[in-house]
């Protein structure tokens, strides 16, 4: 008896070895995923979509927009020869992290294979993984260089902006419970004065 007690437990160590190692390895297999040079296929926001048509129209004047991710968990967003480095993390199956710009911003692979990332305002980019090279360098005309810069600079400001108004709100919501004590300490008190007389 002893000795099927011991083959048990034997068995049972070999099991949960196996589970860790396979664990460990969806993970790894998840991460491979993400990895890779993403071209831009489309965007969309809570009022409106730039579809595939659109991003030809933009490509085809030298606009281009990449997301480069490394198994090294670095990873840049190259918005029209722009570079905005990040770093990433896997989190599960189709889903991680990109850390860029002071934001936490989802990705996720979708059933079709297209990378997504949304950021905390619901503006999203979608992404089909192509050879690195596929990849075309920006070259802005001229004439478009203000607008772009412009256009990147705005998309910038907002995404600062979203985050100062969420501390602001944040704040806000500070005092007005600041504001409510007050308030309900106040007729606490003319309650007092309103029974003495």
């Given at each position: 008896?002893?000795?099927?007690?011991?083959?048990?437990a034997l068995a049972a160590c070999a099991l949960l070895t196996c589970l860790v190692v396979v664990g460990c390895?969806?993970?790894?297999?998840?991460?491979?995923?993400?990895?890779?040079?993403?071209?831009?296929?489309?965007?969309?926001?809570?009022?409106?979509?730039?579809?595939?048509?659109?991003?030809?129209?933009?490509?085809?004047?030298?606009?281009?927009?990449?997301?480069?991710?490394?198994?090294?968990?670095?990873?840049?967003?190259?918005?029209?020869?722009?570079?905005?480095?990040?770093?990433?993390?896997?989190?599960?199956?189709?889903?991680?992290?990109?850390?860029?710009?002071?934001?936490?911003?989802?990705?996720?692979?979708?059933?079709?294979?297209?990378?997504?990332?949304?950021?905390?305002?619901?503006?999203?980019?979608?992404?089909?993984?192509?050879?690195?090279?596929?990849?075309?360098?920006?070259?802005?005309?001229?004439?478009?260089?203000?607008?772009?810069?412009?256009?990147?600079?705005?998309?910038?400001?907002?995404?600062?902006?979203?985050?100062?108004?969420?501390?602001?709100?944040?704040?806000?919501?500070?005092?007005?419970?600041?504001?409510?004590?007050?308030?309900?300490?106040?007729?606490?008190?003319?309650?007092?004065?309103?029974?003495?007389?």
């Amino acid at each position: 008896m002893k000795k099927f007690n011991k083959v048990i437990a034997l068995a049972a160590c070999a099991l949960l070895t196996c589970l860790v190692v396979v664990g460990c390895g969806n993970k790894e297999a998840y991460k491979a995923d993400f990895v890779g040079t993403w071209e831009i296929v489309e965007t969309e926001n809570k009022d409106e979509t730039v579809s595939e048509e659109d991003i030809d129209l933009l490509k085809s004047l030298g606009m281009n927009v990449y997301a480069e991710i490394h198994e090294d968990g670095t990873c840049t967003l190259e918005p029209f020869g722009s570079v905005i480095e990040g770093t990433w993390d896997v989190a599960s199956k189709g889903k991680a992290t990109m850390a860029a710009m002071d934001q936490s911003i989802p990705m996720t692979i979708e059933e079709d294979g297209h990378l997504f990332l949304e950021n905390e305002n619901g503006q999203g980019m979608r992404f089909k993984k192509i050879d690195p090279s596929e990849k075309k360098e920006s070259v802005i005309p001229e004439e478009l260089q203000g607008t772009v810069d412009d256009a990147v600079t705005e998309v910038v400001d907002d995404m600062e902006a979203a985050e100062g108004d969420a501390t602001a709100a944040d704040e806000a919501k500070g005092d007005d419970a600041a504001g409510a004590t007050e308030d309900a300490a106040e007729a606490t008190e003319d309650a007092a004065k309103d029974d003495a007389e």
